[in-house]
């Protein structure tokens, strides 16, 4: 089957490895992962700050990018809900890891004996209904899933919001970086994500936090 | 702008308090037989009425007056207070016991009262010991969230002129025997209305405590406040709201009073107001009515969706406008009071959506909250600095030559901390994130 | 008809009330109404303000009792409203337990201004 992959700009220009680990799940689910040059970034973050013209100026570049009658899949909750729900062009378009359950992909056992914790990216939980596929494909990577006390809290990044508020945006993260301190690592499937609490547990010295792809890939270790 | 995170004492009372009424209402709603039908028709029942609200408020006012009440039409807050205290001061009123209502929080109606010689005294526990401290409420339904026992013996103590023990049922009895005192003598019994029916000419009060009970069978006139709203067609329809109003607010089926009050006392009736009247309030409501903002119009004020809320959660509800916080407020306050006066409330949300997941009347909360981000911007209300910046980055980012280009300087210079302002505010929590030495594109 | 009583007897143990059948408990400060209707699905009781029932009368005493004749009894809301007929009373309560309030620290307290003590008293039709 063919895909195409959308990195996403944070993917593609803070977490390359990640996007790589996605390409690689990919192929090995028996996918041919094209790569549109012309990609660059949804728009979202102008979207939800309001900037309705700067967010059309960057869907109409994804609509040059992007064709519309073959699947996208992406390796991020957020930006995969941006294109279901706000592009002017229908895309069957995925988050990774429902595309790659949809498929019933067995990731490697890279997990063995690992105890891992999901934090439920809020537009992949919400917008896309996204919530068991993560953890399934994660146990089947002989993980062993230690669940959060509130799953349903954002972990505060929210675009502009995590400068607007930034002491709010914060002291969310360290609630979530505290519910999953008591596993070895905190898993996520959005970037968005990833950046804050990593930038976050960087900061004060938290659990490893990762992305779902790469955990699915290489191992959370 | 920015809002706080509440003090630890605070913060854990707000925590505590949130998690109890949100686990409550999962479980109530999971009671429920068909939750999910159950909101569809509310919602529908909601929107019926909104969208004409004209032809709803004229079958209510008519059945209302049918059944003996008065009706009085208030187009704005100003209007509402001058009916308001008209009426107490045409009844000679010295004092006004009154049951929670946020719309008179909403149109600031104590102060207009007490500057015309008459005393109110707020009689939902909740709110006698915000009145007492001089404090706004920060919770619709739990208004006193942050308050602790000790807090509140304090108080108490000194309405009652010696010590009040700092234990809940000390403390209710206190409460209960000094409000009983304001019962008793009030002229005026002011209430809010949860729901208003048309077929009738009813209004709905919604309580707990008995208070709604007590200022509506004991003082000599009745007024409520009734947001023009609140209008629901037919008793049918009220079960169906009130079906959901407990069961999202507290996780209640129903809450220990559901009172439906249809005109004042009638011949040979020992208790009951002589005259009932009803203070229908607009203050910028059918302004609402363009493009999705209308559906803010449905909204119950259940408190589900700060319970749910992580910013509410640790901000807490002083953060937001004096009066309606959380979701709902940053909803509901820039429409009712202008985009312009409050630019602020529609960015606190980190859009995580958990508000319209909880709200049983099914409004898109942080769907209104990205329009009024658009609006901001649409407006020229967003500063002319943030216009630009999204302007200039969008036309970059917009040709892939350019974002190749961009992204390349900004990994030869020092990357996002860069960018001056936002980076700096990042960075005083968080580390900055780096730049990857090789984009993902680079290495296909 | 008696899947109903059971249903409301339940419902309104659950919701607090003391339900006791067809022996009416000596409580001699209670307050004693006579409910029009029984809320099943709810376990509520129904009090219709007339000049035999004034409005305070379950709520100033500490202790309050209603008289609910079985056949009184409705499945739900809608159904009561459906009997009511769209004639109401001038004031219509549906009780569910006692006055409570859980203001002070979230934690649940009764009789706040009304009731601490609620009884139904079931009545054979």
Same mark, same amino acid.
């Given at each position: 089957? @063919? ?19 996605? +390409? ?8 041919? /992962? ?22 059309? @100026? ?36 995925? +988050? ?38 993560? @953890?399934?494909?994660?146990? @089947? ?45 905190? /898993? ?15 900061? /004060? ?17 | ?25 999962? =479980? ?104 007492? &401290? ?10 006193? !969230? ?133 203070? !229908? ?16 119009? &449905?909204? !119950? ?16 509800? =002083? ?29 606190? =949300? ?50 892939? !030559? ?43 | ?125």
């Amino acid at each position: 089957m @063919r895909v195409q992959l959308f990195a996403t700009c944070l993917g593609d220009l803070l977490f390359p490895d990640a996007v790589a680990d996605a +390409e690689a799940l990919l192929r090995a689910a028996g996918c041919d /992962v094209d790569f549109p040059r012309g990609q660059t970034c949804c728009g979202q973050p102008a979207f939800n700050a309001g900037h309705r013209r700067a967010a059309d @100026r960057l869907a109409r570049n994804f609509t040059r990018a992007f064709d519309p009658d073959v699947p996208v899949v992406c390796p991020s909750g957020s930006c995969a809900s941006m294109v279901a729900h706000r592009m002017p062009v229908r895309y069957d378009v995925w +988050e990774l890891s429902s595309f790659l359950d949809d498929l019933d992909a067995e990731p490697p056992a890279r997990n063995d004996g690992l105890r891992l914790a999901y934090h439920s990216s809020c537009h992949l939980l919400r917008e896309l209904g996204v919530d068991e596929a993560p @953890r399934r494909l994660l146990g @089947r990577t002989g993980a062993e899933l230690v669940p959060l006390t509130r799953p349903d809290l954002c972990c505060g990044f929210g675009g502009t919001f995590s400068v607007r508020h930034a002491e709010v945006s914060v002291a969310m993260a360290d609630d979530k970086l505290a519910d999953g301190g008591r596993a070895d690592a905190l /898993v996520t499937a959005d970037p968005g994500c990833l950046m804050h609490l990593q930038a976050r547990s960087s900061k /004060v010295g938290g659990v490893r936090v990762v992305h779902l792809a790469t955990a699915l890939a290489r191992g959370a270790a | 702008m920015s809002f706080p995170v509440l003090d630890e004492h605070r913060l854990a009372a707000t925590d505590a308090a949130t998690l109890r009424l949100m686990n409550g209402r999962t =479980s109530a709603w999971a009671r429920l037989d068909d939750v999910e039908e159950l909101r569809e028709r509310a919602h529908s029942i909601r929107m019926q009425a909104i969208d004409d609200l004209e032809g709803h408020l004229a079958r209510f006012v008519a059945a209302l007056e049918a059944a003996g009440g008065t009706a009085h039409v208030c187009s704005t807050a100003e209007e509402a207070r001058a009916t308001v205290t008209r009426i107490c001061t045409d009844a000679a009123a010295k004092l006004a016991a009154k049951s929670k209502s946020m719309l008179s929080e909403e149109i600031e109606l104590n102060g207009a009262l007490e500057a015309a010689g008459i005393e109110v005294v707020e009689t939902d526990l909740g709110e006698y010991i915000l009145q007492l &401290a001089g404090e706004h409420p920060v919770h619709i339904i739990a208004p006193a !969230i942050e308050k602790t026992a000790a807090d509140v013996a304090v108080l108490l103590s000194a309405v009652e002129g010696e010590p009040v023990e700092p234990e809940l049922e000390a403390l209710a009895q206190a409460a209960r025997k000094q409000l009983r005192r304001v019962f008793e003598r009030a002229d005026v019994g002011i209430t809010g209305a949860n729901f208003a029916v048309c077929d009738t000419g009813s209004i709905c009060l919604v309580t707990n405590e008995g208070n709604g009970g007590l200022v509506t069978a004991l003082p000599r006139v009745h007024v409520a406040l009734l947001g023009l709203e609140r209008l629901v067609p037919t008793l049918d329809d009220l079960a169906v709201l009130i079906q959901l109003l407990a069961p999202s607010g507290t996780g209640q089926t129903l809450t220990s009073y559901t009172r439906l009050l249809t005109g004042p006392r009638r011949p040979g009736e020992d208790d009951g107001p002589e005259e009932m009247h009803v203070v !229908i309030v607009d203050n910028g409501r059918t302004g609402l009515r363009r493009g999705r903002y209308k559906e803010m119009l &449905a909204c !119950i004020r259940c408190g589900a969706c700060l319970n749910v809320c992580p910013v509410y959660r640790k901000s807490g509800g =002083s953060a937001y406008s004096p009066v309606y916080s959380g979701p709902m407020g940053a909803v509901l306050v820039p429409l009712l009071r202008g985009l312009e006066r409050e630019p602020g409330l529609p960015h606190a =949300s980190s859009l995580c959506g958990a508000c319209t997941a909880a709200c049983p009347v099914k409004i898109p909360l942080h769907e209104l909250l990205l329009d009024l981000r658009r609006d901001l911007v649409g407006e020229g209300i967003a500063s002319r600095r943030e216009r630009l910046a999204f302007a200039i980055w969008s036309m970059l980012w917009s040709r892939p !030559i350019l974002y190749r280009l961009s992204t390349a300087i900004a990994r030869a210079g020092r990357p996002f901390g860069a960018l001056a302002g936002p980076g700096r505010t990042w960075a005083q929590g968080r580390t900055l994130p780096a730049l990857a030495r090789r984009r993902f594109r680079d290495s296909r | 008809m008696n899947d109903l009583v059971e249903t409301f007897a339940r419902n309104a143990e659950r919701a607090g009330f003391v339900v006791h059948r067809a022996e009416r408990p000596s409580l001699p400060d209670a307050g004693v109404s006579r409910a029009a209707y029984g809320v099943a699905a709810t376990g509520s009781v129904v009090l219709a303000a007339s000049p035999d029932e004034p409005r305070s009368r379950h709520l100033l005493p500490e202790v309050h009792m209603s008289l609910l004749r079985e056949d009184a009894i409705v499945p739900d809301l809608a159904s009561l409203f459906a009997v009511l007929g769209g004639r109401l009373p001038s004031a219509l309560a549906i009780v569910t337990g006692p006055s409570r309030s859980a203001d002070i620290e979230q934690r649940l307290v009764v009789g706040v201004h009304g009731p601490r003590e609620v009884h139904v008293v079931l009545e054979r039709a």
